[in-house]
């Protein structure tokens, strides 16, 4: 079944926004219409989250999404017992619930979870494509409706939080980026309603800046932040203050590379 069978009913106002930088919409399609797992890696803030709404959306698929943490445990995906009313029920996780029922699964930022998550996604993500429920003695086999996607920021792995080439290749892969220019420019303007002719400095300043990461900012600034100052601007506030409360205070911390950066920002935005 392609895009365009399941888009009938689903009018184009309520798709969220996407403007594709490449072919990750046909692939997205060609992973679920022959169940594949995706996987989908970029800086922060690039638009993974929403490609996968708008995709989700396009192909009339339920989606569920987890963020994971540093305490997300393979329990909290798959389920566990709990006392109700006197008796102890098993409450299926949004990961069994999603292989029941059928639907997109999306672990944003899988690599923040711990490590006996991967092991629990390995069967998922293979030609068996099941879930076993030790605890509750189930082998669940994935319907055909049902997709496996999962995200990570390459660029903030170290060796404790790093995703094992075992898990990697179980996946197909996207590598997300900061849009061109034009294109950002776009999105911003869309996004906030400042008009494009006053967008093009915050894009060509966030350019800027983003050159600037691994050195003193540990990120680049993200197309989100892009538009929550583009939304203070077209609110009213001042250009600089903007500035600075959705995109240099975001970035750091430290005083002296808060200076730096401002000073960046006051050569591209007069």
């Known amino acids: 079944m392609t895009i365009h069978q399941k888009l009938r009913g689903v009018t184009l106002a309520e798709i969220p926004p996407y403007i594709p930088n490449g072919n990750e919409c046909q692939l997205f399609e060609m992973a679920w219409v022959r169940q594949l797992p995706l996987l989908l890696k970029g800086p922060t803030g690039c638009g993974k989250t929403r490609f996968v709404s708008h995709m989700a959306t396009r192909l009339g698929l339920p989606l569920t999404t987890v963020s994971c943490h540093d305490d997300l445990a393979a329990a909290d995906l798959t389920g566990r017992y709990l006392l109700k009313g006197g008796d102890t029920v098993w409450v299926d996780g949004p990961l069994t ?58 660029g903030y792995q170290n060796m404790l939080k790093a995703l094992k080439p075992s898990t990697k290749q179980r996946f197909l892969s996207i590598e997300f980026d900061f849009l061109p ?53 077209d609110s009213g506030m ?33």
């Open 238 to 270: 001042p250009v600089r203050d903007a500035v600075r409360a959705a995109i240099i205070e975001p970035l750091t911390d430290d005083a002296d590379v808060k200076l730096a950066l401002t000073e960046v920002a006051h050569s591209v935005i007069v």
């Open 181 to 233: 220019k034009a294109q950002e420019i776009a999105v911003v303007a869309v996004e906030s309603g400042l008009d494009e002719a006053r967008v093009a400095p915050l894009v060509e300043l966030a350019a800027k800046l983003r050159r600037l990461k691994g050195h003193d900012i540990e990120e680049g600034v993200s197309t989100r932040l892009l538009v929550y100052c583009a939304c203070l601007i």
């Open 97 to 154: 619930k999603s292989v029941r029922e059928g639907g997109i699964c999306y672990l944003d930022e899988v690599v923040e979870a711990r490590k006996d998550v991967a092991v629990v996604l390995h069967p998922l993500t293979d030609d068996r494509r099941i879930l076993p429920l030790e605890r509750t003695g189930e082998q669940l086999e994935a319907p055909p409706g049902f997709m496996l996607v999962v995200s990570y920021n390459p």
